[in-house]
């Protein structure tokens, strides 16, 4: 299906730290589940010297019934689409792809899974907000344990909401903080994969990442997915397929 383009208003661009971004605007969403992404395009100088449209792809903060549409990004140096973002002020117009795509969503997980692992590296959180804003996280699994591993303590954005779910859905819902760089009450200190390896993440959550009644769902940089993936296929826990249920679902943010 081919995108179209359309005008969204910026409402407010939130500077959550020195490089990362909540971009909060208004426009009419086509259908779509959480989780999933749209392109974001800008207008900035080219090689050319001239103006030109970059894209890039975002996942949604908001779920579908949401009045307004949110993306959580982090600025690359030399990045034309993300600094553009950036620059944008409430009143500004963004150019927004829809319908809305992916396949990094809750339906496409099996039925008979009981215990769902969301891990994140930095604003790979994001599509995990989508989907624990929905009716359909709480209801299908009895116990769900949300990782963000970030490099530093500032860098744990969205801490209000995610303390939300806590209080909401506190027989179902544990929230595991990791900082890399730094020692931070509260969080684990190391990457996810190390956590995997060791158990340090089971422990912390009081719960197995096994095979038998749990699906891992990976959102991040490519290192950990990686690695993330080979220490669980050790586990016997597969990549998850249309054609071939497995256990590990993956979106490379980086």
């Known amino acids: 299906m081919a995108a179209n383009w359309i005008t969204a208003k910026v409402i407010e661009n ?20 959480a989780g999933q992404f749209a392109r974001l395009q800008v207008e900035a100088i080219g090689e050319s010297g001239e103006l030109e449209k970059f894209a890039n792809p975002y996942s949604l903060i908001n779920s579908p019934d949401e009045k ?4 959580y990004f982090n600025t690359v140096p030399g990045g034309k689409v993300s600094n553009g973002l950036a620059a944008l002020k409430a009143g500004d117009n963004v150019e927004i792809a829809q319908p809305c795509v992916g396949f990094f969503v809750l339906s496409q997980i099996p039925n008979d899974v009981k215990n769902l692992w969301m891990l994140s ?35 744990l954005c969205y801490s209000e909401l995610i303390e939300q779910f806590s209080i909401e859905h506190s027989d179902k819902f544990h929230f595991i903080p990791v ?54 296929k050790e586990r016997g826990m597969d990549r998850h397929l249309n054609h071939k249920p497995g256990h590990v679902s993956a979106e490379q943010y980086f």
């Open 14 to 33: 939130r500077k959550l730290t020195d490089r990362h971004f909540a971009l909060i605007f208004e426009v009419e969403f086509s259908p779509f589940q």
């Open 68 to 71: 307004y549409g949110e993306v």
């Open 121 to 155: 590296t930095g604003t790979g959180v994001g599509p995990y907000l989508s989907m624990l804003k929905t009716p359909d996280a709480w209801e299908r699994f009895e116990k769900i344990v949300l990782v963000h591993a970030v490099p530093n303590a500032d860098e």
């Open 179 to 232: 900082v890399s760089r730094e020692t931070h009450k509260g969080a684990l200190k190391g990457r996810i994969p190390a956590l995997i390896e060791d158990g340090s993440l089971e422990k912390q959550a009081g719960l197995k990442m096994r095979k038998e009644d749990s699906h891992v769902m990976l959102c991040g940089n490519s290192g950990m997915l990686k690695d993330s993936k080979a220490i669980l």
